[in-house]
Nanobody, 125 residues
Framework: QVQLVESGGGLVQAGGSLRLSCAAS????????MGWFRQAPGKEREFVAA????????SIADSVKGRFTISRDNAKNTVSLQMNSLKPEDTALYYC??????????????????WGKGTLVTVSS
């Protein structure tokens, strides 16, 4: 089992940047593919970005492509989401998630096994 704790959320003006981090503890971090998801008020949770166990594979949602970047540091048991050119529609609770993976390159947009509690991002216009 792995425990996930997100940090880095906050209030930012449109056009600004934030960097979210997710710290993992428990079993071997490198055994998990990781992802970021978000849920805006009144909306369903949606996929944002994913990264493979090795970090060599990444996947980004069309809505944030070109603005958000996902990365991981297996030595530090962390995964990060760099968010640039933020828009008011990016306002949401952002979740880190993990999925057991046998592949070092596979990314996942669903079927996550473990979730953090989320960090709130608010983008003002």
């Amino acid at each position: 089992q792995v425990q996930l704790v997100e940090s880095g959320g906050g209030l930012v003006q449109a056009g600004g940047s934030l960097r979210l981090s997710c710290a993992a503890s428990g079993r071997t971090f490198s055994a998990y593919a990781m992802g970021w998801f978000r849920q805006a008020p009144g909306k369903e949770r949606e996929f944002v970005a994913a990264i493979s166990r090795s970090g060599a594979g990444t996947s980004i949602a069309d809505s944030v492509k070109g603005r958000f970047t996902i990365s991981r540091d297996n030595a530090k048991n962390t995964v990060s989401l760099q968010m640039n050119s933020l828009k008011p529609e990016d306002t949401a609770l952002y979740y880190c998630a993990a999925r057991t993976s046998l592949s070092s390159l596979q990314t996942y947009r669903d079927g996550m096994n473990y979730w953090g509690k989320g960090t709130l991002v608010t983008v003002s216009s």
